[in-house]
């Protein structure tokens, strides 16, 4: 029965990396190899069984371009949710502010809107309502960690300075 004892010899990079791995990870070095040689034999053995089956089991090239075009197409759908709420939502507080002005019989229509920067006017909210969702929140902070600025954020969500700063230390993700 051959020995199942093995003396390896690494050339100076490979065993520089190899010792920063052993001492970074506090794994032995005999179980390195045993990892390593597994991982790579299975490897192997896969590659064998593609190549016996021509085209029947995808590539790792092939799950790596169907795992970009997934990605791709969820940002997309994001978006497009996104988009949805918002319209969503402002449809709903546009139909409570005309409700609430026709049960107050107000005619000052200037109280109900405020201007924007784009020359528009958008419906006040109710005091005490969150003018973000849940999902918005936590993507305004996330945002924020990547390093948007808060005037960005700002424009972006039609919410004020303050408003910004209370999402940001809100601590419901």
């Given at each position: 029965?051959?020995?199942?004892?093995?003396?390896?010899?690494?050339?100076?990079?490979?065993?520089?990396?190899?010792?920063?791995?052993?001492?970074?990870?506090?794994?032995?070095?005999?179980?390195?190899?045993?990892?390593?040689?597994?991982?790579?034999?299975?490897?192997?053995?896969?590659?064998?069984?593609?190549?016996?089956?021509?085209?029947?089991?995808?590539?790792?090239?092939?799950?790596?371009?169907?795992?970009?075009?997934?990605?791709?197409?969820?940002?997309?759908?994001?978006?497009?949710?996104?988009v949805?709420?918002?319209?969503?939502?402002?449809?709903?507080?546009?139909?409570?502010?005309?409700?609430?002005?026709?049960?107050?019989?107000?005619?000052?229509?200037?109280?109900?809107?405020?201007?924007?920067?784009?020359?528009?006017?958008?419906?006040?909210?109710?005091?005490?309502?969150?003018?973000?969702?849940?999902r918005?929140?936590?993507?305004?902070?996330?945002?924020?960690?990547?390093?948007?600025?808060?005037?960005?954020?700002?424009?972006?969500?039609?919410?004020?300075?303050?408003?910004?700063?209370?999402?940001?230390?809100?601590?419901?993700?």
């Amino acid at each position: 029965m051959p020995s199942s004892r093995y003396t390896v010899h690494l050339p100076e990079p490979l065993n520089t990396l190899v010792q920063d791995y052993i001492s970074s990870t506090k794994t032995s070095f005999a179980v390195l190899i045993r990892n390593a040689l597994s991982a790579y034999l299975a490897d192997t053995a896969a590659d064998r069984a593609v190549s016996s089956t021509a085209d029947s089991i995808p590539t790792p090239a092939d799950s790596t371009d169907i795992l970009r075009e997934i990605q791709t197409r969820l940002a997309a759908l994001t978006v497009r949710v996104e988009v949805l709420e918002e319209g969503f939502r402002e449809l709903t507080f546009s139909t409570l502010a005309t409700e609430s002005r026709a049960s107050r019989q107000d005619t000052d229509s200037s109280a109900a809107t405020v201007p924007t920067a784009a020359g528009t006017s958008r419906t006040r909210l109710p005091v005490g309502r969150r003018k973000l969702t849940p999902r918005q929140g936590r993507a305004l902070r996330d945002k924020h960690l990547r390093g948007v600025s808060i005037a960005a954020l700002q424009e972006e969500y039609g919410i004020s300075r303050a408003s910004v700063f209370r999402y940001l230390q809100s601590n419901k993700r």
